[in-house]
């Protein structure tokens, strides 16, 4: 890939990340320990607990995307940006402006659903509900 299309994807990442990270700061600023006041009050205890596994959830999603991010930033620098991990092909800009994150092309990522979905061999898996 062109270096200036790499120095934009590079831009791109950093930047999510850094909003993210200030995503999760202010998640974390919300996090002071219970007052007695709180304790003692137990329909706020409960929305108070609410809110705090919201932003438990919250966090570990944005950590994860963080660290795809993370990710791809080092590909950028390894110069393995864009490339399939499955078949080597370029993933393609379109897909990767879409999803800098990708570490499959359409076709392997099409490919892994229907593996997930159908099984290996193509056979439907049955499940009891
Ligand atoms: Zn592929």
Request: with cysteine.
């Amino acid at each position: 890939m062109e270096t200036e299309k790499l120095e934009h994807f590079r831009r791109m990442l950093r930047e999510k990340k850094r909003f993210l990270i200030s995503k999760l700061q202010d998640a974390r600023s919300k996090e002071e320990p219970l007052s007695e006041d709180e304790m003692m009050d137990s329909m706020d205890l409960a929305s108070t607990v609410a809110e705090r596994s919201l932003y438990a959830r919250f966090r570990g999603r944005e950590r994860s995307l963080i660290a795809e991010i993370d990710a791809a930033l080092k590909k950028i620098a390894a110069g393995e940006f864009g490339i399939c991990e499955e078949c080597d092909e370029p993933i393609g800009v379109g897909r990767l402006k879409a999803q800098p994150m990708a570490t499959l092309c359409v076709k392997c990522k099409e490919e892994m659903e229907t593996i997930r979905t159908y099984g290996r061999d193509g056979a439907v898996e049955w499940r009891v509900l």
